[in-house]
């Protein structure tokens, strides 16, 4: 019988040692190089707003493109003959293409990245877990304007980085779990025409922590400082006030603060369900803050640094085409991302979850992910006639340039 106990604890005690190293915060972590030589390894957060994977890293990148020499009247979607490059890829060219070098905003998952390193004054190279090179030219994630980059060593404890301190980073699991206590914000936040998203909160697109301060002042002039964790629910009383409801029961109203006024900044809401939403003070209603499901957070692992998007385009006339995409003559990648108004919303979502694309209108389109949820967007020349093009790589060589005019549907493989 003590046998059998031994190697019962023996036994209990390796599975608690599995599921302790198994286990993960979703935090970004890694060792981060200074030009000085020295290296520190631990949690970090960037700009002060983004600390785990599922974040977003925000660079402008610039590419080589190509564009058509659109007529007026009714476009045309065409093969092309001949040869020039797109997104490095040798592809058909016809007499009314011509390339241009021109830039566009770019928006990468920090769980992508294997490392990064500092180029100049305002630049990045991203080389991702696939072995993928992105140039980061600037951003407002990058540089001079980056507020300040914070790790959290388990020897040095926190310390403060600029732009300029930094070599390179390696970003990597975390070795253990971190024992501050804090836990990331998630909760149900109801919005006047767009209806509730569930997922992961960022408050004033900066308080993502239940250890960040919400400020505003209470009647009376008394200035509050209230930890996230503590508020059980917001709601928008006015334009320039909110009301709050504590886990304790206490109730209370707050203003002159951007955290509770048409000053704050947007709430952010994340899931693998949607994407990313943004809503700005006017539209949102309340939030609900709910127990945190640990199961759900994302871990190093569950990202692979992307690849090619790839589908079948069909045209209004019934035609199919098949290969790797660029979207807007633009996003060719699944970490790259369609960008859309939504009942007065921003929504950005991974081309990673997207199944199809539908054109609604000229000014519309539908767009339905791989959870099943429908969202018909509009706002953005990802999904307007501002669309620069759908581009179809075939895997013969030769490309077809489907117009918006042209363009009925996407079905994404």
């Given at each position: 019988?003590?046998?059998?106990?031994?190697?019962?604890?023996?036994?209990?005690?390796?599975?608690?040692?599995?599921?302790?190293?198994?286990?993960?915060?979703?935090?970004?972590?890694?060792?981060?190089y200074?030009?000085d030589?020295?290296?520190?390894?631990?949690w970090?957060?960037?700009?002060?707003?983004?600390?785990?994977?599922?974040?977003?890293?925000?660079?402008?990148?610039?590419?080589?493109?190509?564009?058509?020499?659109?007529?007026?009247?009714?476009?045309?979607y065409?093969?092309?003959?001949?040869?020039?490059?797109?997104?490095?890829?040798?592809?058909?060219?016809?007499?009314s293409?011509?390339?241009?070098?021109?830039?566009?905003?770019?928006?990468?998952?920090?769980?992508?990245?294997?490392?990064?390193?500092?180029?100049?004054?305002?630049g990045?190279?991203?080389?991702?877990?696939?072995g993928?090179?992105?140039?980061?030219?600037?951003?407002?994630?990058?540089?001079?304007?980056?507020?300040?980059?914070?790790?959290?060593?388990?020897?040095?404890?926190?310390?403060?980085?600029?732009?300029?301190?930094?070599?390179h980073?390696?970003?990597?699991?975390?070795?253990?779990?971190?024992?501050?206590?804090?836990?990331?914000?998630?909760?149900?936040?109801?919005?006047?025409?767009?209806?509730?998203?569930?997922?992961?909160?960022?408050?004033?697109?900066?308080?993502?922590?239940?250890?960040?301060?919400?400020?505003?002042?209470?009647?009376?002039?008394?200035?509050?400082?209230?930890?996230?964790?503590?508020?059980?629910?917001?709601?928008?009383?006015?334009?320039?006030?909110?009301?709050?409801?504590?886990?304790?029961?206490?109730?209370?109203?707050?203003?002159?603060?951007?955290?509770?006024?048409?000053?704050?900044?947007?709430i952010v809401?994340?899931?693998?369900?949607?994407?990313?939403?943004?809503?700005?003070?006017?539209?949102?209603?309340?939030?609900e803050?709910?127990p945190?499901?640990?199961a759900?957070?994302?871990?190093?692992?569950?990202?692979?640094?992307?690849?090619?998007?790839?589908?079948?385009?069909?045209?209004?006339?019934?035609?199919?085409?098949?290969?790797?995409?660029a979207w807007?003559?633009?996003?060719e990648?699944?970490?790259?991302?369609?960008n859309?108004?939504?009942?007065?919303?921003?929504?950005?979502?991974?081309?990673?979850?997207?199944?199809?694309?539908?054109?609604s209108?000229?000014?519309?389109?539908?767009v339905?992910?791989?959870?099943g949820?429908?969202?018909?967007?509009?706002?953005?020349?990802?999904?307007?006639?501002?669309?620069?093009?759908?581009?179809?790589?075939?895997?013969?060589?030769?490309t077809e340039?489907?117009?918006?005019?042209?363009?009925?549907?996407l079905?994404?493989r």
């Amino acid at each position: 019988m003590p046998r059998l106990k031994i190697l019962t604890a023996i036994s209990l005690m390796i599975l608690l040692g599995f599921a302790h190293a198994s286990a993960e915060s979703g935090r970004i972590y890694g060792k981060l190089y200074t030009v000085d030589n020295d290296v520190f390894e631990g949690w970090i957060r960037w700009d002060k707003n983004e600390a785990f994977w599922d974040d977003i890293i925000d660079g402008t990148i610039e590419k080589d493109r190509r564009d058509a020499d659109r007529k007026q009247g009714k476009r045309r979607y065409k093969e092309s003959k001949g040869n020039f490059e797109l997104f490095g890829l040798s592809i058909g060219e016809g007499n009314s293409v011509f390339g241009f070098d021109i830039s566009s905003e770019s928006q990468l998952q920090f769980g992508h990245i294997r490392t990064l390193a500092r180029d100049r004054d305002d630049g990045a190279t991203l080389t991702l877990k696939n072995g993928e090179i992105v140039i980061f030219n600037s951003g407002s994630d990058l540089g001079p304007g980056l507020r300040e980059i914070l790790l959290n060593d388990a020897k040095e404890g926190e310390i403060y980085f600029d732009w300029d301190d930094i070599d390179h980073i390696d970003f990597m699991q975390e070795a253990s779990e971190p024992t501050d206590g804090l836990e990331r914000l998630y909760g149900r936040v109801s919005t006047r025409r767009a209806g509730e998203f569930t997922g992961w909160i960022e408050w004033d697109v900066d308080e993502v922590f239940s250890d960040d301060d919400l400020d505003g002042d209470e009647d009376g002039g008394r200035t509050r400082k209230i930890k996230m964790g503590r508020i059980a629910s917001i709601e928008r009383r006015s334009s320039s006030s909110a009301s709050l409801i504590l886990k304790d029961g206490k109730e209370m109203v707050l203003r002159n603060s951007n955290d509770v006024n048409s000053e704050n900044r947007g709430i952010v809401v994340k899931s693998n369900e949607f994407g990313r939403v943004k809503i700005n003070w006017s539209d949102f209603e309340k939030a609900e803050f709910l127990p945190v499901p640990k199961a759900d957070l994302p871990a190093y692992k569950d990202f692979d640094g992307g690849g090619r998007i790839r589908g079948t385009a069909t045209t209004e006339d019934g035609e199919e085409f098949s290969g790797n995409i660029a979207w807007d003559n633009d996003e060719e990648f699944t970490w790259e991302h369609l960008n859309g108004e939504y009942k007065g919303v921003e929504i950005v979502i991974p081309f990673a979850i997207i199944s199809t694309i539908e054109k609604s209108s000229q000014r519309s389109a539908t767009v339905t992910l791989k959870s099943g949820n429908t969202y018909i967007l509009s706002g953005s020349n990802d999904v307007n006639e501002e669309n620069k093009g759908i581009f179809v790589i075939r895997e013969k060589g030769s490309t077809e340039q489907i117009d918006w005019y042209d363009f009925a549907k996407l079905v994404i493989r």
